[in-house]
């Protein structure tokens, strides 16, 4: 039975790997765009993306040791603070998007 559950641990491990390669990207993307032009909109991609970073590293890491540690109590307010600060994550990242997004197509009709 211990195989089974190194098995699944491993097996865990390599998903939880594999949905934070695509977060990685993306901010290694924002990194590089923040440091090419310093403006807000590079500023509110990068915060967006390093904080939707920290609150999946969350989820993936610190959640199941909360379960596994029998206090069941406080998970779900672990829950909803985690869950109110990747809802301000995702809006700060598509705020920056939609400044991004005005700008190209300001620059683009201006040069039309």
């Known amino acids: ?44 991609l990068t915060a967006g993306s390093l904080i939707s970073l920290f609150c999946i590293v969350f989820n993936i890491f610190i959640t199941p040791m909360l379960i596994n540690s029998g206090n069941m109590s406080n998970i779900s307010l672990y829950f909803g603070v985690v869950a109110v600060i990747s809802f301000i994550a995702t809006f700060l990242f598509a705020i920056g998007l939609l400044i991004l997004v005005n700008r190209v197509f300001r620059s683009r009709n201006a040069t039309i």
Do not use: E, G, W
């Open 1 to 44: 039975m211990s195989d089974s559950m190194n098995l699944d641990d491993i097996i865990r491990s390599f998903t939880n790997v594999l949905i934070l390669i695509p977060h990685i990207f993306v901010l290694l993307i924002c990194f590089y765009y923040l440091i090419r032009k310093q403006a807000i909109d590079s500023i509110l």
